[in-house]
């Protein structure tokens, strides 16, 4: 199993700072990685995929890079509305498909 | 759009069964693949199964397997999980969450806003 692991467990950033969250995994996931946001009381929801790929609708502040097994998602200008919890999830080796442990992104 | 309602969450003592189920819309259910994930409070996100876009492939989470069972019914655009001889830890907002294409490998890319399951005696 391959088991993912970011950092840091909470980050706290001003509004229109950048905010860089890391993703580890313990073997290559080649570039089959993936971020969601979650917010509090609500469903996970799809950032990115393949890496660096941004999901439909997304904002061009969120940009994902990486490959193997170092990855990095960078929010540009913090908005009050990214304020959440992020997940890594990894899709080279399954089952099981596997999350990291989650980095809290809070307001400083 | 993708839309995706879980149901039949609730309270059940631990060794019981219960079935949830996933009704989908806004999409072509039987072209993809179609998964459980799972969120016991105040943690993070558990993968608990997945099963193919014509249900001939099933695959699960150690955690569950021999519990646990995922099917689909694509005339009713329907995803079940059923879950048998449930224990404490199993407590959780259970999501169905639909795969990225028909074929893997998969990312989610649409999620339903989950149902609870509160396993206690």
């Known amino acids: 199993e391959i088991v993912m692991t970011q950092s840091p467990a909470t980050l706290s950033v001003s509004p229109g700072e950048r905010a860089t969250l890391s993703c580890r995994a313990s073997?290559?996931?080649?570039?089959?990685l993936a971020w969601y946001q979650q917010k509090s009381g609500q469903a996970p929801r799809l950032l990115i995929y393949?890496?660096?790929t941004r999901a439909t609708g997304i904002p061009a502040r969120f940009s994902g890079s990486g490959s193997g097994t170092e990855f990095t998602l960078t929010i540009s200008s913090l908005q009050s509305e990214d304020f959440a919890v992020y997940y890594c999830?990894?899709?080279?080796?399954?089952?099981?498909?596997?999350f990291g442990q989650g980095t809290k992104l809070e307001i400083k | 759009q993708v839309q995706l309602v879980e149901s039949g969450g609730g309270v059940v003592q631990p060794g019981r069964s219960l079935r949830l189920s996933c009704a989908a819309s806004?999409?072509?259910?039987?072209?993809?693949?179609m998964h459980w994930v799972r969120q016991a409070p105040g943690k993070g996100l558990e993968w608990v199964a997945v099963?193919?876009?014509?249900?001939?492939?099933?695959y699960y989470a150690d955690s569950v397997k021999g519990r646990f069972t995922i099917s689909r019914d694509n005339s009713q655009n329907t995803l079940y999980l059923q879950m048998n001889s449930l224990r404490d830890e199993d407590t959780a907002v259970y999501y169905c969450?639909?795969?990225?294409?028909?074929?893997?490998?998969?990312?989610?890319?649409?999620w339903g806003q989950g149902t609870l399951v509160t396993v206690s005696s």
């Open positions: 969450a639909k795969g990225a294409y028909q074929l893997p490998p998969w990312w989610f890319d649409s």
């Open positions: 806004g999409f072509t259910f039987s072209g993809y693949g």
């Open positions: 099963i193919s876009y014509d249900g001939s492939d099933k």
């Open positions: 073997q290559s996931v080649r570039t089959n």
């Open positions: 393949g890496a660096s």
């Open positions: 999830q990894q899709y080279n080796n399954w089952p099981p498909y596997t």
